[in-house]
């Protein structure tokens, strides 16, 4: 399972059985504020879709140092370790939203549609690097 996590928002994606390609799932809303984190949402596509591992994009700045967004991102990795006591790799990010971004507007998607699906693109992103890396 790969999560692009957002302020508002967390994009899933998961890779096929053989782990070679990965798909887009769905957004999660989440509410920092309210420390609504979508975990119990996670926990039922962690259940569904047996899954074993899980890959979480982490935002770096571009000289490689973690800001206040990748910290977010560690705190909910470590958080996703102790809820599911699954192994939970952070992937660096950078990069995978603009990325994104492109690959939508190169398909001709509305704005509207893209701001639906681009933390799921991000994710879907992020999980296939991961999987890349692994060959």
Same mark, same amino acid.
């Given at each position: 399972m790969g !999560?692009? =996590?957002g302020s508002k928002t967390v994009g899933v994606a998961l890779?096929?059985?053989l782990g070679w390609t990965a798909q887009g799932l769905e957004t999660i809303k989440i509410n920092e504020e309210k420390n609504e984190f979508g975990f119990e949402q996670i926990g039922k596509i962690i259940k569904e879709n047996? =899954? /074993?591992?899980?890959v979480v994009g982490l935002p770096k700045n571009m000289n490689g140092t973690i800001?206040?967004?990748g910290e977010a991102s560690q705190n909910f990795a470590a958080e996703l370790e /102790?809820?599911?006591? !699954?192994p939970v790799i952070l992937w660096d990010e950078r990069l995978t939203?603009?990325?994104a971004e492109r690959v939508l507007l190169e398909a001709d998607v509305s704005r509207q549609k893209r701001k639906k699906v681009i933390d799921k693109m991000a994710a879907v992103m992020i999980l296939q690097g991961y999987l890349n890396s692994q060959i």
């Open positions: !999560l692009d =996590v890779s096929d059985a047996e =899954v /074993s591992k899980i800001g206040p967004r /102790s809820q599911f006591g !699954l939203t603009m990325a």
